[in-house]
Nanobody, 123 residues
Framework: QVQLVESGGGLVQAGGSLRLSCLASGRTFGYYNMGWFRQAPGKERDYVGAISWNGGSTYYADSVKGRFTISRDNAKNAAYLQMNSLKAEDTAVYYC????????????????WGLGTQVTVSS
């Protein structure tokens, strides 16, 4: 069982940066691949990207590639989403999620989810 809590959201101007954190409870965090998702009002949830259990591999959606960076610190039970060059279309609730294994480019089978943190980018 893993509980996830996101933080770091807020209001930022276009072109600015934010760093989201995802803190996990439990002693098995290091076994999970971690994913980031986002959902804008009235839209489906989008897969932003993911990082492997050991941080050795990452995947990014085309819409964020080159602007967002996913990292993790297993000693701190934390995953991060660094967001640079933010655009108005990045406005959404951002969620982190965890699963055992799976291909990083697949958005399915994430078992544990946080409650999300709001990111608002003003243009």
């Amino acid at each position: 069982q893993v509980q996830l809590v996101e933080s770091g959201g807020g209001l930022v101007q276009a072109g600015g940066s934010l760093r989201l954190s995802c803190l996990a409870s439990g002693r098995t965090f290091g076994y999970y691949n971690m994913g980031w998702f986002r959902q804008a009002p009235g839209k489906e949830r989008d897969y932003v990207g993911a990082i492997s259990w050991n941080g050795g591999s990452t995947y990014y959606a085309d819409s964020v590639k080159g602007r967002f960076t996913i990292s993790r610190d297993n000693a701190k039970n934390a995953a991060y989403l660094q967001m640079n060059s933010l655009k108005a279309e990045d406005t959404a609730v951002y969620y982190c999620a965890a699963r055992y294994g799976g291909s990083l480019d697949s958005p399915t089978d994430y078992r544990y989810w946080g409650l999300g943190t709001q990111v608002t980018v003003s243009s």
